[in-house]
Every structure is written in structure tokens, then in C-alpha cells.
């Protein structure tokens, strides 16, 4: 099935780190998702983006949502122990009949070292 | 409130054998989704339904895999003659079922077929 190019693959980093990943994709988007998975758990929405050159914060946590609709990166502020997880974006559409099914990305392993 | 539940939690089977996966959504939630997450990739679309219809059932890999959902809330996926390829996460998410709502993932049954 068609999944998004998501880099980096993983990240090792020390606590208080600025983090960045970004997600592309060959096919346009009206929607971009970023969740977090953690170890046993299912994807957990992070934040939702609905622009084409929206920025969205949610605490620590800024993305964006490129204007080309077929990109979006997530920034990390000062990581913490508890930011480690695996972090997905996902695309959607939502408009025109879309069955509102996500498309996922490869996924970021982040490792935060106290 | 409860969230999307899903049993078994885990599963093993044999290759050959049939086996079930529940779903219990979130009580209210009309829209539901099956995705299946193989290791170290992100989840991939199998069937999305809205009340008791598939409304979309593109992502099904073969013949081998049905899912139902006659009441319009608890769901069943069903995988016919398993395949040791068919490991992976099964997971689960509802949603309001309105454009964009946001989907709420369950935590998964991991299957191995061995």
C-alpha cells in the first residue's frame, strides 16, 4: 500500500534538543496529521493541519503543512524523556467523496537520552 | 469516557487457520476503520465503514480478508487460511463520521502466524 516518505528514520538526541522531521508525498492533500505511537499503543493525534501553508502549535509541538499540499515537517522544542515514541505524519482527504482514510508515513523513531 | 477497544490483544495461530479480531468502538461513532501496521512501517488503510456499510474496502489485500459490521458498532475482521505474511498489528479507529473528524485508534492485536 502507498505510504509517505517520512525522514529522518530515527533520531538519537539529548534532553533539551530542538527536533525536526518532515513528510512528503507525490500526491496532493487536504489534510496532513502528525501522531505519536507508543510502544503497544495505537497513533495518538498530535496536531491536525487543514491549509496549505498553516502553521499550528500545540504546546512544545509546531507544524506545518506545505504549500505545495504534497509536504509538512513537525518541530520539537526542548524535548523531553516522555517525547520518545514513534511519530507518524498522515495524509487525508476529506472533501469529494474521500473516504477520509489515512495514509501514513514510514514513521521518525525519536530516543531522547536524559 | 471508554475509548476504541480491540480483542484479542494478541494473537497465534497456525498457517492455515482462520481467526477474528474485534472491534469495540467509541459508543456514538459511526465511521470505522481497520488498518494494519507491519513491523517498523506505519499503519496502511484495509476498510472503512460508515454505520453498518464497508463504504470502502480498497485496502483489503485479497479475497482472503472480509470484515463486517452488522450492527453499525462493534466491527469483526476476518482473515481466511492466514498466511505466515499476515503478522502484523491490527488496528482499529472510530470516528464522529463527519468530514475531518478525528480518528481514535485502539491499541491493537498483534497476530503472528506461525
Known amino acids: 500500500g502507498q505510504q509517505l516518505n517520512q525522514s529522518p528514520q530515527s533520531m538519537f538526541i539529548q534532553e533539551g534538543e530542538d527536533v525536526s522531521m518532515n513528510c512528503t508525498s507525490s500526491?496532493?492533500?487536504?489534510?496532513w496529521l502528525w501522531y505519536k505511537q507508543e510502544p503497544g499503543e495505537g497513533p495518538v493525534l498530535l496536531i491536525a493541519l487543514y491549509k496549505a501553508g498553516e502553521l499550528t502549535s500545540n504546546g512544545r509541538l509546531t507544524a506545518q503543512f506545505g504549500i505545495t499540499r504534497k509536504d509538512s515537517f513537525l518541530n520539537i522544542s526542548a524535548s523531553i524523556p516522555s517525547d520518545v515514541g514513534i511519530y507518524f505524519c498522515?495524509?487525508?482527504?476529506?472533501?469529494?467523496?474521500?473516504?477520509?482514510?489515512?495514509?501514513f508515513g514510514t514513521g521518525t523513531l525519536l530516543a531522547v537520552q536524559p | 469516557g471508554a475509548g476504541v477497544s480491540q480483542t484479542p490483544s494478541n494473537k497465534v495461530t497456525e498457517k492455515g487457520k482462520y481467526v477474528e479480531l474485534r472491534c469495540d468502538p467509541i459508543s456514538g461513532h459511526t465511521a470505522l476503520y481497520w488498518y494494519r501496521q507491519s513491523l517498523g512501517q506505519g499503519p496502511e488503510f484495509l476498510i472503512y465503514?460508515?454505520?453498518?456499510?464497508?463504504?470502502?474496502d480498497s485496502g483489503l489485500p485479497n479475497d482472503r480478508f472480509f470484515a463486517v459490521r452488522p450492527e453499525g458498532s462493534v466491527s469483526t475482521l476476518k482473515i481466511q487460511r492466514t498466511e505466515r505474511g499476515d503478522s502484523a498489528v491490527y488496528l482499529c479507529a472510530s470516528s464522529q463520521g463527519l468530514a475531518g473528524e478525528t480518528q481514535y485508534f485502539g491499541p491493537g492485536t498483534r497476530l503472528l502466524v506461525l
Open positions: 498522515a495524509g487525508q482527504q476529506i472533501y469529494g467523496g474521500a473516504t477520509n482514510k489515512l495514509i
Open positions: 500526491s496532493i492533500f487536504n489534510t
Open positions: 465503514f460508515q454505520g453498518t456499510g464497508a463504504a470502502d
